[in-house]
Structures are given as C-alpha cells and as structure tokens.
C-alpha cells in the first residue's frame, strides 16, 4: 500500500509550520535600545543629582566647615569653637529665638487653622468652588514683595487703609508696625495672608476624598456639624494635617522676607529680629561669616532634631 501523496497545499501548511531558519538571534537591535532608553533615563538622573549637589548639598557641607572657621585678609584658619561663642555671647541671640518662637507660635494659631477653615468652607459651598480656589490661592502667585508692599501700605500710620475703619468706626488709630507689641503680630497677619493659599488647596483634596458614607453615618447617630468635624473630619485628614503641621514649623522657623521688608528686619526694639535675619546680619552687615554660619549650624541641627523626633512619634502612634 503506496504511502498518501501531499497536495501542493498540505505540502506548503507543513512547510509554513516549520520554524525558519535564519540563523543565531540577532540581540544587538534590542541591547541597544535598551542602552540608550538607560543611557537617556541616567542622563537626566544625574543632571538632578548634579543640581542636588552644587546648589544643597554643597552649601551645606561649606556651612559645616564656615562654622569652625575664621577668614582673615583672606586666609582661612580653624578656630574650633570660637563662633558659637561668638554668637552665644551676643545680647541678640537669645531675643532672635524668642522672636521667631513667638512668630512660630502665632504662625501656627492663624496660618494653621486659617487654611484649614477656608477648605471646610469651600468644599461645603455647592457653587462656584472654582473662583473661590482662585481667589484663595490668588496671593501666593503674586511676587512677595508685592504682597509685603501691600501690606506696608495697609498698616501705615498715617494714611494706612486699618487705621482709616478704625477711625471709621470711632476706635484709636494704631502703630501697627512701630509698636513693639503689634509688630510680630502685624507680620504674622501679613504672612499668612500671603501662604495660605497653597495649604488650604491641599486640605480641600484631602477634603474631597473622604467618603461621603462617613458624614451620613454621623447625620443618623446625631452628630451636628462640630462633631462631625471632630470625629469624621479630622480623623481622615489626620496625615495630611500632621505633614502640613511639620511643614509649617520648619518655614515659621526659617522666617525673613515679611520682617525684612515689613520692620526692616530688627523692628522696633528688636522685636522682629528672628534668627535668620541675625544670620544675614553676621553675613552682610558684620562680615564674619563663620559666626553667620555657626548660628545656621545651630537651626539646621534643632530643625533636623525637631524632624527625626516627629518621626519617630508619628511611627509610634501608627504601631
């Protein structure tokens, strides 16, 4: 019995079945593809890296060693300790950080709570959520000196816009940035005035992601409005919250465009000198730039202690 013929087609499905043979595979197309996405990804990876270094890492490795230094006719010698005595020994430094604790503390009690309410209004409002955004957030793009001008208008003595609704309404003028004992507080107005906007957009997302479900739960077990922020509310924004808290301290600490411009930097009886203006101080008006970065040294270290123990609370409070 013959063996079955192929027909031209069968024949042709068996060769198409096989595999073709062209040879080893061919990888150099495909490695170097893949070479030049990495070379291009590592390019741009260490163009950040370079930015990084020159312009932070950099200025904070020749701060720690202008601390223990002292440049005289231009040349550099170690010193040791000799500009945190310097600096300790100065009248100004103990009222510089009691200035910027003051500025810290009432920069917390208005520009932390401030934004936090704009945002609980706005995302209450069911109209014109958008304008009211763009309003809010308006004075953080304008330029800072800008704002601080505006500011200085408002607050001047004699033809200032808050002394003319006093006057308005019968109640004494004020120096608002001459007076020791409204300066700080006219600057804290000014500057949270200026930041807010930025906070307030974040706690509206944070606002906007909390599950309805929650507030209608609250609504059936009686809760009012306080006590839905109170048990709803603030628990769901908790993490938004404590980062927006550290944040803040770390700025409030670092304080200096709004004084300077506003009282001049020192104000009235020093009562505007905050620790960086102090450092400017050392640097451009003293010229001795060990004891500037000395004291810089010294707000770096609280500002970083301050950090890793707020950490290291937050993680204990999650466990």
């Known amino acids: 019995m013959s063996a079955p013929s192929l027909t031209p087609s ?40 370079l930015c990084f270094a020159f ?25 040791g300790m000799e500009n ?35 945002a609980l209004v706005i995302n209450e409002l069911r109209h014109g959520k958008g304008y009211l955004r763009l309003l809010v957030y308006l004075p953080v793009m304008l330029p800072p000196v800008a704002s601080v001008l505006l500011f200085k208008y408002l607050y001047d003595p004699g033809y200032g816009l808050l002394n003319e609704v006093l006057g308005f309404f019968g109640l004494p003028e004020q120096q608002w940035l001459q007076d020791p004992g409204l300066s700080m507080l006219s600057v804290v107005v000014a500057s949270t005035w200026m930041n807010m906007g930025g906070a307030a957009l974040i706690y509206l997302a944070a606002l906007q992601g909390i599950p309805g479900e929650l507030y209608e739960a609250a609504e059936l077990d009686g809760a009012g409005l306080l006590r839905k922020i109170w048990h709803v509310t603030i628990p769901q924004t908790r993490l938004i919250l404590s980062l927006m808290l550290l944040m803040q301290i770390i700025a409030t600490m670092q304080v200096f465009v709004e004084p300077f411009l506003l009282t001049g930097g020192a ?37 970083a202690g301050f950090s890793a123990a707020y950490v290291k609370l937050s993680r204990a409070e999650d466990e």
């Open 10 to 49: 069968k024949a042709a499905g068996v060769r198409h079945a096989q595999p073709p043979v062209d040879g080893p595979p061919q990888r150099g197309g495909a490695f170097g593809r893949s070479l030049r996405r990495n070379l291009t990804a590592h390019g741009f990876l260490i163009g950040a890296v």
């Open 84 to 118: 945190l005595e310097t600096v300790f020994n100065d009248p100004a430094f103990w009222q510089a950080w009691r200035n910027t604790a003051l500025f810290t503390v009432l920069a917390l009690v208005l520009g932390f709570a401030v934004p936090f309410v704009v």
């Open 55 to 79: 312009f932070s890492w950099y200025p904070m490795v020749r701060e720690f060693l202008l601390a223990f230094q002292k440049t005289d006719q231009g040349e550099v010698s170690w010193v």
């Open 267 to 303: 104000g009235p009886e020093g009562s505007t000198t905050t620790v960086v203006y102090l450092i400017y101080q050392y640097a451009f008006n003293f010229n001795n730039y060990g004891a500037a970065a000395a004291l810089g040294l010294l707000l770096l270290v609280l500002l």
